[in-house]
């Protein structure tokens, strides 16, 4: 990206729809990077009921990702359902995402697979000695500029609340990369009826 990039020439792919890639895709999509999610619909929440995760008191986890689709395309979020991604390769700008339909560039990749973690292989992801791809709390990968979230970075470890975690986190981090500086997504009371009256669904 040059020095004069300013976050509407900015693109985003985000691979997988679960809850961590859809968590990625509602801050960097809010905070106005072009974002694209590609999504297969076999998240682990089709087979889930959710008690544990805060907030909210239960929610199948169906219901959870039909709420959670229609949050994403409220904002705005380019959300290609069923559209399989079959290659991520990097660019001289950034990288190419390749699916059986087309092929895309965006600026940053989030791999958000489930526990399928091929796509981080092939592209040169570092992994664990667990086998898990290799991140630290920002989510970033040993590849700049791609990030991975949710199951494939960890072992046992898979709760709804942690993927949607680290898509949060994958997400601001490349929202401050893009500004150059920390990002905060801090809303207040009064901007709810800004958002909710231009933006947003009710
Ligand atoms: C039986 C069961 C019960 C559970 N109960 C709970 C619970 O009570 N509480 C809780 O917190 N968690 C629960 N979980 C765990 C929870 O479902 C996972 O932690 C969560 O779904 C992981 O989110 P994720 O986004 O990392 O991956 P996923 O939800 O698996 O989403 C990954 C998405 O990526 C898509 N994808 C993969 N490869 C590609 C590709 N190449 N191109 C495009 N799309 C692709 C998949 O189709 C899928 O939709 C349960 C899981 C199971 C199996």
Not at 38 to 60: P, R
Not at 131 to 137: A, I, L, R, S
């Amino acid at each position: 990206m040059s020095d004069e990039t300013t976050a509407d020439d900015v693109s985003v792919i985000v691979v997988g729809g679960g809850p961590a890639g859809l968590s990625a895709a509602l801050f960097t999509e809010k905070n106005g990077l072009k974002t694209t999610v590609f999504d297969t619909d076999e998240t682990w929440m089709h087979k889930a009921h959710l008690f544990n995760y805060l907030g909210i008191g239960s929610v199948g986890g169906s219901e959870f990702m039909a709420t959670a689709r229609q949050q994403v395309d409220d904002f705005g979020v380019d959300r290609r359902q069923g559209e399989a991604v079959t290659a991520v390769s990097e660019t001289k700008d950034g990288f190419a995402v390749e699916t059986e339909e087309d092929r895309y560039e965006a600026d940053f990749v989030v791999l958000a697979t489930g526990a399928t973690r091929d796509l981080a292989e092939d592209i040169g992801c570092d992994f664990s000695s667990e086998d898990t791809v290799d991140v630290g709390v920002e989510m970033e990968t040993s590849v700049e500029g791609v990030y991975a979230t949710g199951a494939m970075v960890r072992t046992e470890e898979w709760q709804a609340a942690i993927a949607v975690g680290d898509g949060a986190a994958a997400a601001l981090n490349i929202l401050s990369a893009v500004q150059g500086d920390h990002f905060h997504d801090f809303d207040v009371p009064d901007d709810a009826s800004r958002i909710f009256a231009g933006h947003v669904a009710e």
